[in-house]
């Protein structure tokens, strides 16, 4: 069984560019979930994909846009960046939102750490 | 609003000592309620959780939590150390209608002197 990869690791933007991150989620999790952890604070949801449709987001501008394929990967966009988007991106998968995620939790990734200078 | 607290921020024990990591969560339902430790550079892994049913619950690695519901607190255990055991501790918590998000504490680090 396959854990959560993403990809890159490490990134370094400039302030204004635009940058994608990617997840693809455990085998047979149908279900993505990105945060976003900023230097010594805990994860912050960002939002959710099913079904590769969103389905739930927490307090980020639009700017911050995902997309979830057929395969249940997804990728996290982010424009117009700025310093304090500098932070470590974690996706998480699960077997579906919801009441199976209270039962089953998240399985994270080790996240992208991104840096804007 | 929901809001996870983790009160203490840094903890040390001695190799072998016992452990508590104290959790309190503001929210009026029935919560999901979970722990994550994270070690440096890397992403989160799930040590134990509590959906319904028995409060005590059992983990990996030696861990376990107790939900009590008069108190809003799930805190963590450990009856004896390991360096190993060196990390980021997070408390989440989940529920019904909290728009599929997790709430997470801002961690507890902890150290293991031997």
Redesign the interface.
């Known amino acids: 069984e396959t854990g959560v990869t993403q990809s890159p690791t490490h990134l370094i933007k400039t302030r204004g560019q635009q940058v994608t991150l990617r997840c693809s989620s455990q085998s047979g999790h149908n279900t993505v979930s990105w945060y976003q952890q900023a230097l010594g604070q805990g994860p912050q949801f960002i939002f959710q994909y099913y079904r590769e449709e969103e389905n739930g987001r927490g307090n980020f501008p639009p700017r911050f846009s995902g997309l979830q394929f057929p395969n249940y990967s997804s990728e996290l966009n982010v424009n117009a960046l700025e310093l304090d988007d500098s932070a470590l991106y974690l996706c998480a998968s699960s077997l579906g939102g919801g009441v199976l995620q209270g039962l089953y939790g998240y399985t994270f990734g080790s996240g992208t750490r991104l840096t804007v200078v | 609003a929901q809001s996870?607290t983790q009160p203490d921020i840094h903890i040390t024990v001695s190799e072998g000592a016992s452990l508590e990591l104290r959790c309190n969560y503001s929210y009026g339902a029935t919560p999901?309620l979970?722990w994550?430790v994270q070690s440096p550079?890397?992403?989160?892994?799930?040590l134990l959780?509590y959906?319904s049913g028995d409060t005590l619950v059992q983990g990996i690695k030696g861990f376990e939590a107790e939900f009590k519901r008069s108190q809003s607190s799930f805190n963590l255990r450990k009856p004896s150390v390991h360096w190993s055991d060196a990390a980021e501790y997070?408390c989440?918590v989940?529920?019904?209608n909290t728009?599929?998000?997790?709430?997470?504490?801002?961690?507890t680090s902890l150290t293991v002197i031997p």
């Open positions: 996870v999901y979970f994550y550079g890397q992403g989160l892994q799930l959780k959906f997070f989440a989940g529920a019904l728009g599929n998000q997790f709430y997470f504490g801002t961690g």
